[in-house]
């Protein structure tokens, strides 16, 4: 997982509440074998036409967003159906932060376990952070997770509040495996101390 | 110093394999084996290469192709199903970028993981062992812990060798006594959950024990382990004997020689110790005990042969009612229809439950000498290459293929609605298998669960049928 520490990029505005997973992602893309490649289907029913042209009003389809980094939303986003392909959209087309007022919990907990950081933040302040984002390129928001601030490009500092254990791993890239690899040593010491014991479960 | 306390074998297994304890009672538990396949592996791997780690121990690992494929001579031909394929094309794929062990799909040894594994002697007492597949249990038959995990698991176990697990708690169905005559491991199990429901189990790993399951043999035990998933346990597990060694003995992947030695005096020391407690017991009387099929679409919903289709009026609460009279509704039965009077179109031999020789053997026993009834498809479908081969050896194909039924290549089957062999709508299955929801074996299939020997029966009568009325030919 890729560590989490300063972003800086063009923020997209979704002014929505209850973007659910299907929206993110709807279902017929998930008969997949893979967790890359969902970027091209992100958000596929309010981004594509039918015949798979893009709706040129959708506002990752505009030039200033082609390459946002952050989403601004509001309520309940991430609702719906526990897919982990929702995150795995997102990541795959660039997404690392999405702001809003609060998350669907199974959304809140996947992404932080993708490596996207997703950061509640009071609804007002987010319809700040909209107006923001509507600036497009001419206004960069950056995330610092290490003094977990979101700086507005007028440089009005705006903190956010999370879970400690969740910032010290996505700051370090800690997903699930990699937590576990930092019990390396003590895996090592396990594998010796069976293969002397059972060394028939060592090829 | 104080004698030590006394430990289960499932308390036995899990200390030896805790690599370290966080803070919360969570263990990071150490997987001695790891059985990979199709369905469940794709985006596991995929998340090894996004994050550039390797699997940490290939030689712990197996990979196999089961759930997807034909059964019949077109596996030879290529996978006609575009989905199926490019599951089958992945898992081939990452086996060689990551080096990971594998059988081929025309491999003799190809087969269902969860009969690969203790056939190839893969699955052996005291050791942990996982796979993408819920039914996993069905090797704690070897003395051994085993249960099923995610895709993220899958994972974390090929970056790791490990799993987080929170300890699961003790649970012993102590089943003595001598099966009557007619009675097989399938219909102790079904037993077992008619008495205690689907989540009979939950939270709990449950040890079978007493006089009538130390008298099974492997493929019996496994049976029993294999469904304990539907008694909503986490594992099963019989603890590993004189049988158990005797069957490992010589398996390719199994110690020799001085090794093998050793492994027995150390596997000898893990069955439970006298007094060990458990946090639930459940006995049953193996005598009790008689031909049985499941009639709804929950695995608890089973009877005696003999029974007759409940009547859900009957029932005292009113979610139960209304439930009752759904799978009455679905399973398109009368309530007090005689059981034996159930007309079946499809008869399915094979699945994880009892595809193995001694399940082969069983139902050619009932078969032989006799006709398939009129308008009734009955597939038989070994549990790999190598049960095939064996019973092909034992003439166990003449038996089948003269007797009308179909006698086909190793895989998953009629088990699951995920290949070509499917149910269709409304049709009625007698089916060796483990699962009786709605549409498991195809959308709108109805399925009665009930043991080899009682699949036979029911493919000679065209109905479900007590194998007790369907003796071998000849005997007394
Ligand atoms: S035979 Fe059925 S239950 Fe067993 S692994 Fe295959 S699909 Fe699963």
């Given at each position: 997982m890729?560590?989490?520490?300063?972003?800086?990029?063009?923020?997209?505005?979704?002014?929505?509440?209850?973007?659910?997973?299907?929206?993110?992602?709807?279902?017929?893309?998930?008969?997949?074998?893979?967790r890359?490649?969902?970027?091209?289907?992100?958000?596929?029913?309010?981004?594509?036409?039918?015949?798979?042209?893009?709706?040129?009003?959708?506002?990752?389809?505009?030039?200033?967003?082609?390459?946002?980094?952050?989403?601004?939303?509001?309520?309940?986003?991430?609702?719906?159906?526990?897919?982990e392909?929702a995150p795995w959209?997102l990541l795959?087309?660039?997404?690392r932060?999405?702001?809003?007022?609060?998350?669907?919990?199974?959304?809140?907990?996947n992404s932080f376990k993708n490596g996207i950081?997703?950061?509640?933040?009071?609804?007002?302040?987010?319809?700040?952070?909209?107006?923001?984002?509507?600036?497009?390129?001419?206004?960069?928001?950056?995330?610092?997770?290490?003094?977990?601030?979101?700086?507005?490009?007028?440089?009005?500092?705006?903190?956010?509040?999370?879970?400690?254990?969740?910032?010290?791993?996505?700051?370090?890239?800690?997903d699930?495996?990699?937590?576990?690899?930092?019990?390396?040593?003590?895996?090592?010491?396990?594998?010796?101390?069976?293969?002397?014991?059972?060394?028939?479960?060592?090829? | 110093?104080?004698?030590?306390?006394?430990?289960?074998?499932?308390?036995?297994?899990?200390?030896?394999?805790?690599?370290?304890?966080?803070?919360?009672?969570?263990?990071?538990?150490?997987?001695?084996?790891?059985?990979?396949?199709?369905?469940?592996?794709?985006?596991?791997?995929?998340?090894?290469?996004?994050?550039?780690?390797?699997?940490?121990?290939?030689?712990?690992?197996?990979?196999?192709?089961?759930?997807?494929?034909?059964?019949?001579?077109?596996?030879?031909?290529?996978?006609?199903?575009?989905?199926?394929?490019?599951?089958?094309?992945?898992?081939?794929?990452?086996?060689?970028?990551?080096?990971?062990?594998?059988?081929?799909?025309?491999?003799?040894?190809?087969?269902?993981?969860?009969?690969?594994?203790?056939?190839?002697?893969?699955?052996?007492?005291?050791?942990?062992?996982?796979?993408?597949?819920?039914?996993?249990?069905?090797?704690?038959?070897?003395?051994?812990?085993?249960?099923?995990?995610?895709?993220?698991?899958?994972?974390?176990?090929?970056?790791?060798?490990?799993?987080?697990?929170?300890?699961?708690?003790?649970?012993?169905?102590?089943?003595?006594?001598?099966?009557?005559?007619?009675?097989?491991?399938?219909?102790?199990?079904?037993?077992?959950?008619?008495?205690?429901?689907?989540?009979?189990?939950?939270?709990?790993?449950?040890?079978?024990?007493?006089?009538?399951?130390?008298?099974?043999?492997?493929?019996?035990?496994?049976?029993?382990?294999?469904?304990?998933?539907?008694?909503?346990?986490?594992?099963?597990?019989?603890?590993?004997?004189?049988?158990?060694?005797?069957?490992?003995?010589?398996?390719?992947?199994?110690?020799?020689?001085?090794?093998?030695?050793?492994?027995?005096?150390?596997?000898?020391?893990?069955?439970?110790?006298?007094?060990?407690?458990?946090?639930?017991?459940?006995?049953?009387?193996?005598?009790?005990?008689?031909?049985?099929?499941?009639?709804?679409?929950?695995?608890?919903?089973?009877?005696?042969?003999?029974?007759?289709?409940?009547?859900?009026?009957?029932?005292?609460?009113?979610?139960?009612?209304?439930?009752?009279?759904?799978?009455?509704?679905?399973?398109?039965?009368?309530?007090?229809?005689?059981?034996?009077?159930?007309?079946?179109?499809?008869?399915?031999?094979?699945?994880?439950?009892?595809?193995?020789?001694?399940?082969?053997?069983?139902?050619?026993?009932?078969?032989?000498?006799?006709?398939?009834?009129?308008?009734?498809?009955?597939?038989?479908?070994?549990?790999?290459?190598?049960?095939?081969?064996?019973?092909?050896?034992?003439?166990?194909?003449?038996?089948?293929?003269?007797?009308?039924?179909?006698?086909?290549?190793?895989?998953?089957?009629?088990?699951?609605?995920?290949?070509?062999?499917?149910?269709?709508?409304?049709?009625?299955?007698?089916?060796?298998?483990?699962?009786?929801?709605?549409?498991?074996?195809?959308?709108?299939?109805?399925?009665?669960?009930?043991?080899?020997?009682?699949?036979?029966?029911?493919?000679?009568?065209?109905?479900?049928?007590?194998?007790?009325?369907?003796?071998?030919?000849?005997?007394?």
């Amino acid at each position: 997982m890729k560590p989490f520490t300063t972003l800086t990029g063009v923020a997209a505005p979704l002014p929505a509440a209850n973007i659910d997973t299907d929206k993110i992602i709807p279902a017929r893309f998930l008969k997949t074998i893979a967790r890359t490649g969902l970027g091209q289907h992100l958000f596929a029913n309010m981004r594509f036409n039918e015949d798979g042209s893009e709706k040129p009003d959708f506002v990752l389809n505009q030039p200033a967003y082609r390459n946002s980094e952050i989403l601004i939303a509001y309520e309940n986003f991430g609702c719906g159906s526990s897919r982990e392909h929702a995150p795995w959209a997102l990541l795959d087309f660039g997404i690392r932060c999405v702001i809003a007022p609060d998350f669907a919990d199974i959304f809140h907990n996947n992404s932080f376990k993708n490596g996207i950081l997703p950061i509640r933040l009071p609804r007002e302040i987010c319809e700040k952070l909209m107006d923001d984002a509507r600036l497009g390129g001419n206004a960069r928001l950056t995330v610092d997770l290490e003094r977990s601030v979101v700086v507005r490009p007028n440089g009005e500092e705006i903190p956010f509040e999370i879970d400690p254990f969740r910032r010290h791993c996505l700051l370090n890239g800690l997903d699930d495996i990699g937590q576990t690899l930092q019990h390396k040593p003590a895996i090592d010491s396990f594998e010796a101390r069976q293969r002397a014991a059972q060394p028939w479960l060592y090829a | 110093m104080s004698a030590e306390k006394p430990r289960t074998l499932f308390d036995k297994i899990w200390a030896h394999h805790v690599v370290d304890t966080l803070p919360d009672g969570t263990a990071l538990l150490y997987i001695d084996r790891h059985l990979v396949h199709e369905v469940t592996s794709p985006q596991a791997f995929e998340g090894l290469r996004v994050a550039g780690r390797p699997v940490h121990r290939p030689d712990a690992t197996m990979a196999v192709i089961d759930h997807n494929i034909a059964t019949d001579e077109t596996r030879r031909t290529g996978i006609l199903d575009p989905e199926s394929r490019l599951q089958v094309e992945t898992l081939e794929h990452n086996v060689v970028e990551f080096g990971v062990p594998f059988i081929p799909l025309l491999d003799a040894r190809q087969g269902i993981v969860h009969v690969i594994g203790p056939e190839q002697g893969l699955s052996l007492p005291g050791m942990t062992i996982v796979c993408g597949d819920s039914h996993t249990s069905t090797h704690g038959a070897m003395g051994a812990l085993a249960f099923g995990i995610g895709t993220s698991e899958v994972e974390h176990v090929l970056a790791t060798q490990t799993l987080l697990q929170k300890p699961a708690k003790n649970m012993r169905v102590t089943v003595d006594g001598q099966l009557p005559l007619g009675c097989t491991a399938k219909d102790i199990v079904l037993a077992i959950i008619g008495k205690i429901g689907t989540a009979g189990g939950t939270g709990h790993v449950i040890e079978f024990a007493g006089e009538a399951i130390r008298a099974l043999d492997m493929a019996g035990r496994m049976t029993v382990c294999n469904m304990s998933i539907e008694a909503g346990a986490r594992a099963g597990m019989v603890a590993p004997d004189q049988t158990t060694f005797d069957y490992v003995k010589g398996r390719p992947f199994a110690p020799k020689g001085e090794a093998f030695d050793r492994a027995v005096a150390w596997w000898s020391t893990l069955p439970s110790d006298p007094g060990a407690h458990f946090d639930k017991e459940v006995f049953l009387r193996a005598e009790d005990i008689v031909p049985m099929v499941t009639w709804g679409t929950s695995p608890e919903d089973v009877a005696p042969i003999t029974a007759s289709v409940p009547d859900p009026a009957a029932a005292v609460d009113e979610t139960r009612r209304a439930q009752l009279q759904r799978m009455v509704e679905y399973m398109g039965l009368t309530p007090g229809q005689k059981l034996t009077d159930l007309k079946v179109d499809v008869v399915f031999i094979g699945s994880c439950t009892n595809s193995r020789i001694e399940d082969m053997r069983a139902a050619a026993a009932i078969a032989k000498g006799r006709h398939v009834a009129e308008g009734v498809r009955a597939m038989v479908v070994p549990g790999s290459g190598l049960v095939k081969l064996q019973a092909e050896q034992e003439g166990l194909d003449r038996v089948f293929l003269d007797a009308g039924f179909e006698w086909r290549e190793a895989g998953c089957s009629m088990c699951l609605g995920m290949n070509p062999d499917k149910l269709t709508p409304g049709q009625r299955s007698a089916s060796t298998s483990n699962r009786n929801f709605e549409g498991r074996q195809g959308p709108g299939g109805r399925t009665h669960l009930l043991s080899p020997a009682m699949a036979a029966a029911a493919a000679l009568a065209g109905h479900l049928a007590d194998v007790r009325d369907w003796q071998p030919v000849g005997s007394a």
